[in-house]
């Protein structure tokens, strides 16, 4: 299959596009994230807070062991949060990938059009 410079000139802004895009997903990833993870600190902090007693002793461990128990749905979405990031980070590295690889193809192709 021959390409030609359009073609591959076509590819690359279809990528360019596809890179906004993914920049976008990120930014809206990250916020989901640090948001998730301002919530869950707030709330184990209100949790080891709450079960502070002056007759009761529990160790720290325990303190963050129940107050993590006590927020296991903030500890999830945080979760899945950082997930999306990670995701959003792999996708946007596979597209500076695929611009690599249109890169070189369009040098290739330049140069073999020159040798014609």
């Known amino acids: ?68 128990t006590e927020n296991a749905e903030a500890h999830m979405n945080l979760a899945l949060a950082e997930a999306q990031v990670k995701a959003a980070r792999a996708n946007a590295n596979r597209i500076r990938t695929q611009v690599d690889i249109a890169r070189s193809i369009s040098v290739s192709v330049r140069a073999s059009m020159e040798i014609i």
Request: hydrophobic share 45%; aromatic share 2%.
């Open 1 to 68: 299959m021959s390409l030609t410079p359009m073609q591959v000139e076509k590819r690359l802004l279809d990528l360019s596009k596809d890179i906004d895009e993914a920049h976008k997903d990120l930014v809206a990833s990250e916020q989901v994230y640090h948001t998730s993870k301002a919530a869950l600190e707030i709330a184990m902090a209100r949790s080891r807070m709450a079960v502070a007693h002056p007759d009761f002793k529990l160790t720290s461990v325990q303190r963050e062991d129940q107050a993590l």
